[in-house]
């Protein structure tokens, strides 16, 4: 079974400084993928980074990267340059694929909620 | 990426009744799913809506109280039902392909 720990239930950054949010894995499995989201109080999910299992570089979007080490299990999200607007929940996910090569659900950390204090 | 249309936003429902919340994709996806989100906590998989079969259900969901319909490659609904205070949740239904993972905008239900 898949599990997913993010053991920062809360932070609190200033603005302009660059954040780590913590996410660690669990799988048997050699393919899946590996997924961030951010959760404004407005309740929307926004798809924010993606990494696959045999990546061989760490994957980029604009101030999100995620900092990839496959032999720890471990997925962090750096936010470089804070912003008041990153203020949201975060939350990490793991897919695996099943047997017939399709995509399962996700499975989901308990998140990080993420204060940018100016 | 695909967008996600999910509606009612919001609902205040009476306990013992249900509701049925739609989900409209802008493209044919193969697999849709749907989640649930307590208050305060992370998001749980609730099923996987398969078209053209019964949906799979993840441990601890069962058919009868979260019936699914999935008629084609880009519309779903779910169906809370005999709805009780511990239903009171918000519901949202995601599409992906094998990088990508996106959501509605959510169902934010509350049973009274």
């Known amino acids: 079974a898949q599990k997913i720990t993010q053991t920062q239930p809360g932070m609190f950054v200033q603005e302009k400084e660059a954040v780590t949010l913590d996410c660690t894995y669990d799988t048997s499995d050699q393919s899946y993928g590996l997924f961030w989201y951010k959760q404004p109080s407005s309740g929307e999910m926004i798809f924010l980074i993606y990494q696959g299992s045999y990546d061989e570089q760490n994957a980029t979007e604009g101030r999100y990267s995620l900092n990839f080490q496959k032999a720890r299990k471990s997925a962090n999200l750096v936010i470089s340059a804070s912003q008041l607007g990153d203020s949201a929940m975060y939350f990490c996910a793991m897919r695996d694929w099943n047997s017939g090569g399709g995509a399962d659900g996700l499975t989901f950390g308990k998140g990080t909620h993420l204060i940018i204090q100016p | 990426s695909a967008v996600i249309s999910q509606k009612p936003s919001r609902d205040i429902c009476q306990r013992g009744t249900s509701l049925t919340i739609q989900c409209q994709v802008d493209s044919q996806v193969t697999m849709m799913f749907w989640y649930r989100q307590q208050p305060g906590q992370s998001l749980t998989l609730i099923a996987t809506a398969n078209q053209g079969s019964e949906a799979t259900y993840e441990s601890g969901f069962v058919i009868d109280k979260f019936p699914i319909s999935r008629p084609n490659l880009t519309f779903s609904t779910l169906t809370v039902s005999n709805m009780s205070p511990e239903d009171s949740s918000i519901y949202l239904c995601?599409?992906?392909?094998?990088?990508?993972?996106?959501f509605g905008q959510g169902t934010r239900l509350t049973v009274v």
């Open positions: 995601s599409v992906a392909s094998n990088t990508e993972a996106f």
